[in-house]
């Protein structure tokens, strides 16, 4: 079991207050996302949750029980650190066996844990290295079974993936996603990258300046995004979003349109603009386009279609995928 | 000369005296470093800051009271006593290079060994000071040397029972005249150990004294 419950934590470096009271629970055996721009306090909530940080004020419950005040090791957590925190001077065998060896296990079991880990993570071949000697994929993933080896309640990832190249992060990600599948164990990930939120989540908590913006699963945050800083935040490109009198003609103050919910013409339209960049990723078209009101706007077209730099194109929204925001920017 | 005065009973007590003042102070030092390393608190930089200015008052402010003091306790010409004296006053430099080398270990490794369910002991003995290893050994080194060659406690303290090597040359410049040929060959064989591992440990002693010098 690992359902993780916080009430009304507070945080606080001297007078800064870096989460002013959050309220959140994570039921055993999902896995949630949290997700924000830098220095939202993503980080600092999880380093709560873990114990590496005194909360101020409010509690912290993991299955009912109270572990505010109790240190990381009893917490029965396990984390992964973005730096991957392995110890240098030990083998890959000792590194993942350290846990055991500290909860004083029989050496018999550890060593049947660290194979098992170790034939999870396919990291056979290199028990007897040390970390020195290994690239960042094989590293991050010792920092995993030496997490995975204690059987926790709960694993906290703090930006694991954020000093790995652009194809290994995609390979870890489906890597820790699967782990997620076959453990079925809570697991608490941070992040800024979007993606990551999107494509691991069961639940995304959307954290700004440490408040809970939204929790909900990926796809509700993309389908209803409760005010406009998460409609900006989820989804890649960014939702556009245009104020004045066309969203007037929505009947808001303010209207958010995605780049995949636009259609193009390159004869009429509800709004004319001219091409700035067009990006050919081959698989789509993402048109960067000054519209003629003075917005700038991004839209993705097939990777066939034939606009560049200083053409005239039309862009209609999809009527059913405007969004519209109030003047406070909550959704209308 | 092994005649007029022991050799070996003034070369043991350079040794004992030497690493056992630096092991006391390491005892000290290792937590007091780890504390400021790793949970520095707003006074931090300035108790270091006052840590070394200790180390530029002049020793002789300090000779009366320590020797009155050691008088009333019995540790004049002891072991101990000079070991004591000479823990204190190296400590400053002690806990700074350890300071320095504990600033260079990433704290989420520590943190790492904590989630791991390693207690502060723990953390200290399997984690920080197997990194922190070849810091220390030259801290040792240097300690060592500096113990080895420290003269005006040592001379001031001990007599004859507890008076290591440069007790041992201070011995030939007597009221009774300088004897050169005597005082040049007692130098030399006190000089003579500590040169020796000095030689075989630069490599160490280079790196320890340049440390942190160049990110």
């Given at each position: 079991?690992?359902?993780?419950?916080?009430?009304?934590?507070?945080?606080?470096?001297?007078?800064?207050?870096?989460?002013?009271?959050?309220?959140?629970?994570?039921?055993?055996?999902?896995?949630?996302?949290?997700?924000?721009?830098?220095?939202?306090?993503?980080?600092?909530?999880?380093?709560?949750?873990?114990?590496?940080?005194?909360?101020?004020?409010?509690?912290?419950?993991?299955?009912?029980?109270?572990?505010?005040?109790?240190?990381?090791?009893?917490?029965?957590?396990?984390?992964?650190?973005?730096?991957?925190?392995?110890?240098?001077?030990?083998?890959?065998?000792?590194?993942?066996?350290?846990?055991?060896?500290?909860?004083?296990?029989?050496?018999?079991?550890?060593?049947?844990?660290?194979?098992?880990?170790?034939?999870?993570?396919?990291?056979?071949?290199?028990?007897?290295?040390?970390?020195?000697?290994?690239?960042?994929?094989?590293?991050?993933?010792?920092?995993?079974?030496?997490?995975?080896?204690?059987?926790?309640?709960?694993?906290?990832?703090?930006?694991?993936?954020?000093?790995?190249?652009?194809?290994?992060?995609?390979?870890?990600?489906?890597?820790?996603?699967?782990?997620?599948?076959?453990?079925?164990?809570?697991?608490?990930?941070?992040?800024?990258?979007?993606?990551?939120?999107?494509?691991?989540?069961?639940?995304?908590?959307?954290?700004?300046?440490?408040?809970?913006?939204?929790?909900?699963?990926?796809?509700?945050?993309?389908?209803?995004?409760?005010?406009?800083?998460?409609?900006?935040?989820?989804?890649?490109?960014?939702?556009?979003?245009?104020?004045?009198?066309?969203?007037?003609?929505?009947?808001?103050?303010?209207?958010?349109?995605?780049?995949?919910?636009?259609?193009?013409?390159?004869?009429?339209?509800?709004?004319?603009?001219?091409?700035?960049?067009?990006?050919?990723?081959?698989?789509?078209?993402?048109?960067?386009?000054?519209?003629?009101?003075?917005?700038?706007?991004?839209?993705?077209?097939?990777?066939?279609?034939?606009?560049?730099?200083?053409?005239?194109?039309?862009?209609?929204?999809?009527?059913?995928?405007?969004?519209?925001?109030?003047?406070?920017?909550?959704?209308? | 000369?092994?005649?007029?005065?022991?050799?070996?009973?003034?070369?043991?007590?350079?040794?004992?005296i030497s690493?056992?003042s630096t092991l006391l102070g390491l005892?000290v030092a290792?937590?007091?470093?780890?504390?400021?390393?790793?949970?520095?608190?707003?006074?931090?930089?300035?108790?270091?800051?006052?840590m070394?200015?200790t180390k530029?008052?002049?020793a002789?402010?300090?000779?009366?009271?320590?020797?009155?003091?050691?008088?009333?306790?019995?540790?004049?010409?002891?072991?101990?006593?000079?070991m004591v004296v000479l823990m204190l006053m190296n400590l400053p430099i002690i806990v700074w290079m350890?300071?320095?080398?504990?600033?260079?270990?990433?704290?989420?490794?520590?943190?790492?060994?904590?989630?791991?369910?390693?207690?502060?002991?723990?953390?200290?003995?399997?984690?920080?000071?197997?990194?922190?290893?070849?810091?220390?050994?030259?801290t040792m080194?240097l300690n060592i040397i500096l113990a080895w060659n420290e003269?005006?406690w040592?001379?001031?303290?001990?007599?004859?029972?507890?008076?290591?090597?440069?007790?041992?040359?201070?011995?030939?410049?007597?009221?009774?005249?300088?004897?050169?040929?005597?005082?040049?060959?007692?130098?030399?064989?006190?000089?003579?150990?500590?040169?020796?591992?000095?030689?075989?440990?630069?490599?160490?002693?280079?790196?320890?004294?340049?440390?942190?010098?160049?990110?």
């Open positions: 079991m690992g359902r993780i419950t916080l009430e009304n934590v507070r945080k606080a470096f001297g007078d800064v207050e870096v989460i002013p009271g959050v309220d959140l629970t994570i039921e055993d055996g999902e896995f949630a996302v949290f997700v924000g721009p830098s220095g939202c306090g993503k980080s600092t909530l999880l380093r709560l949750i873990a114990g590496l940080e005194d909360v101020t004020s409010g509690r912290i419950l993991i299955d009912g029980q109270d572990v505010t005040a109790a240190p990381p090791a009893r917490r029965r957590l396990a984390m992964v650190f973005q730096s991957y925190a392995l110890y240098p001077h030990m083998s890959v065998r000792k590194n993942i066996a350290f846990p055991l060896k500290m909860a004083k296990m029989p050496e018999a079991e550890q060593q049947r844990r660290v194979a098992k880990a170790a034939r999870i993570l396919n990291l056979d071949s290199y028990l007897d290295r040390r970390p020195g000697q290994l690239s960042g994929g094989q590293r991050q993933r010792v920092a995993i079974g030496r997490a995975i080896v204690r059987e926790p309640e709960a694993f906290l990832f703090d930006e694991p993936l954020s000093n790995l190249d652009a194809a290994l992060r995609v390979n870890m990600r489906v890597e820790i996603s699967q782990l997620h599948n076959n453990l079925k164990t809570t697991m608490v990930y941070v992040t800024h990258d979007q993606v990551e939120a999107m494509t691991m989540a069961d639940k995304i908590v959307v954290l700004r300046a440490g408040r809970v913006e939204q929790v909900g699963s990926p796809l509700a945050l993309y389908n209803k995004p409760a005010n406009k800083f998460v409609a900006g935040f989820i989804g890649s490109p960014n939702m556009n979003f245009i104020d004045g009198e066309a969203a007037a003609r929505h009947g808001a103050h303010s209207i958010g349109v995605r780049p995949e919910h636009w259609r193009l013409s390159t004869t009429e339209g509800a709004f004319a603009g001219q091409v700035g960049v067009a990006e050919h990723l081959g698989s789509d078209t993402f048109l960067h386009v000054d519209l003629d009101g003075g917005a700038h706007v991004i839209a993705r077209a097939s990777g066939e279609f034939p606009v560049s730099h200083g053409d005239r194109i039309w862009l209609t929204p999809q009527d059913d995928r405007v969004y519209r925001f109030d003047k406070q920017g909550l959704a209308a | 000369m092994q005649e007029r005065s022991n050799y070996f009973r003034h070369f043991m007590n350079s040794v004992v690493i056992g005892l290792v937590p007091a470093a780890w504390s400021m390393a790793f949970q520095p608190t707003r006074r931090t930089k300035d108790l270091l800051m006052w070394l200015s530029m008052m002049p002789v402010g300090v000779l009366i009271p320590i020797y009155i003091l050691f008088q009333r306790a019995g540790l004049l010409d002891n072991r101990f006593g000079v350890l300071y320095t080398y504990f600033r260079e270990i990433p704290g989420e490794i520590l943190e790492a060994a904590r989630m791991d369910g390693a207690g502060l002991w723990n953390e200290i003995r399997h984690v920080l000071t197997p990194m922190a290893v070849p810091g220390i050994a030259s080194l003269a005006f040592t001379l001031n303290l001990t007599a004859s029972k507890a008076a290591p090597l440069t007790a041992f040359i201070a011995s030939y410049s007597s009221p009774e005249g300088l004897f050169y040929a005597k005082l040049s060959a007692a130098s030399t064989m006190a000089i003579a150990p500590i040169l020796v591992m000095g030689w075989f440990s630069q490599k160490q002693l280079v790196r320890g004294l340049t440390f942190g010098a160049v990110k």
